[in-house]
C-alpha cells in the first residue's frame, strides 16, 4: 500500500521554481524519503534522498518538515526537460523494494 | 559508463503466446529487479535478485511469469501463455548491492498483447 500521498498534476513555468509537495503523515523514523522521475518513454531516474535534514544536490533540494510527516522537492528552475512524473517514496534503507505509487505529473510551460 | 541494457523495446503478441525480455544490468551491480509498470501506474515490482539468488518473488504470478538470471549477470523474463492484461511495460533495474540507495533503470520493453 501507498505510504505518501502526492497531487495528480501540477505545472510550473519553464525557468520558475517547481515545488511538489509529498505527504508521508505515517513514516517510520528509520524511512528515508526518496525521490524519482520519469520522463516519458523512460525508466525512472533516482532524484535525491534524505531522512530529516534538508537536502541539495546538482539536480534538486529536499526539504523535509521538522516532523517529518512530509516534504517538498525543489527543482530551482525548471525546464522543459524537467517535465516528467515525479514519484516520492518512503523506504528503509537497506529494504529491497522501491514501492512507487502514482506520482505526480509535472508539466513545464514555456 | 553503460547504462541498464533491455531488449526488445516492443513487442506485440496475441494471447496466449509466449515472450521473453532480456535485461543486462550494468557491471558490477549485484541486484536486479524486474518491474512491471501498466498504463497510468507507477511501476509494481514483480521480482528481485541478488546475484543469482532470488530475494524476493511474491508479487509475480508464477503460474504464467518465470525470470532467470542463472550467471548473476543478466536476466531473462518470460510470459507463458499471456494475457490481455499482461500490456505493460517491463522495466529491469539494477543497484550495487541490496538496498542500495539509488536503483539504475533500463528503458523498458513495451508489451502489447492483442
Known amino acids: 500500500d501507498a505510504k505518501t500521498t502526492q497531487p495528480t498534476s501540477m505545472d510550473c513555468a519553464e525557468g520558475r521554481a517547481a515545488n511538489l509537495p509529498c505527504n508521508h503523515s505515517t513514516i517510520s523514523g528509520n524511512e528515508y524519503v526518496y525521490w524519482y522521475r520519469q520522463i516519458h518513454s523512460q525508466g525512472p531516474q533516482y532524484i535525491i534522498h534524505g531522512l530529516k535534514n534538508n537536502e541539495t544536490n546538482e539536480m534538486a533540494s529536499l526539504i523535509i518538515t521538522e516532523d517529518r510527516k512530509s516534504s517538498t522537492l525543489i527543482l530551482p528552475h525548471a525546464t522543459l526537460r524537467d517535465t516528467a512524473v515525479y514519484y516520492c517514496i518512503v523506504r528503509v534503507t537497506g529494504a529491497n523494494n522501491l514501492f512507487f505509487g502514482t506520482g505526480t505529473r509535472l508539466t513545464v510551460i514555456p | 559508463e553503460a547504462g541498464v541494457a533491455q531488449s526488445p523495446r516492443y513487442k506485440i503478441i496475441e494471447k496466449r503466446q509466449s515472450v521473453a525480455f532480456w535485461c543486462n544490468p550494468i557491471s558490477g551491480h549485484a541486484t536486479l529487479y524486474w518491474y512491471q509498470q501498466i498504463l497510468g501506474q507507477g511501476p509494481k515490482l514483480l521480482i528481485q535478485?541478488?546475484?543469482?539468488?532470488?530475494?524476493?518473488d511474491s508479487q509475480l504470478p508464477k503460474d504464467r511469469f518465470s525470470a532467470e538470471r542463472l550467471k548473476g549477470v543478466d536476466s531473462t523474463l518470460k510470459i507463458q501463455p499471456a494475457k490481455l492484461e499482461d500490456s505493460a511495460v517491463y522495466l529491469c533495474?539494477?543497484?550495487?548491492?541490496?538496498?542500495?540507495?539509488?536503483?539504475?533503470f533500463g528503458q523498458g520493453t513495451r508489451l502489447t498483447v492483442v
Open positions: 533495474a539494477s543497484s550495487l548491492d541490496l538496498g542500495d540507495t539509488e536503483a539504475f
Open positions: 535478485f541478488q546475484n543469482n539468488g532470488v530475494v524476493d
